[in-house]
């Protein structure tokens, strides 16, 4: 398996942690978003379908779209699956809910933030909605008691929401202020193989 990732990408970091928990090797490309995307590599500008990371590569299959990639993985290692149909779906509006909401709030408001950019609306608009996912998924977790998204078991449901959540303070997010969520990202911390994304996400030598 070959993954096109960035070391500021949450969207990379989530199939990488996946990978990560499930201890498959796989080769990492660390691609520059600095560069233009008319003058990133060859390879990469062959594979990446919307000139985007991640891109992961398995025999034949190239998929772009973390998301997408986290379906495709579950189903083919059959690992982070949910336990029954029920569950399929509940994890399926997660992804959804998560590209949309989480994945989209908090990484441009750390995108913001991160690079001291001069965008006083869009901070408030980002940062608005960021606290209104975090108090979305702490309600998740004070009205059920269930350890994960979907139950005792983690999907890739947790793994996809989680992943922008463990850069939280680079948005200057303070998650403790959201215990419910605080305590499951504690529990992802503690699965056998959690890495935290500076060093999951660094670029490698080959
Ligand atoms: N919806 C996509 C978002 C991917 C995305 O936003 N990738 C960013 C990095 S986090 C990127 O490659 N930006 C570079 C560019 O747009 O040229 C996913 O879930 O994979």
Known sequence: MKLFGNSNSGHSYKVALFLQLSAIDYEYVHISLATDRAHRSDEFRHFAKFDEVPVLIHGDIVLSQS????????????????????????????????????????????????????????????????????????????????AFLISELPTIADIACCGYLFWAEQAKIDVDQWPAVYAWLTRIRTLPGWTEPSILMAERKP
């Open 67 to 146: 998301n997408a990639i986290l379906l495709y993985l579950a189903q083919k290692l059959r690992r982070f699956e949910p336990m029954s149909e029920f569950g399929e779906n509940e994890v399926r509006q997660w992804l959804f809910w998560e590209a949309n909401r989480i994945g989209f709030s908090l990484s441009n408001l750390r995108h913001i933030r991160r690079l001291n950019l001069n965008q006083k609306d869009l901070e408030a608009y980002y940062e608005r909605r960021t606290k209104d996912d975090l108090d979305r998924l702490n309600l998740e977790f004070s009205q059920n008691d269930k």
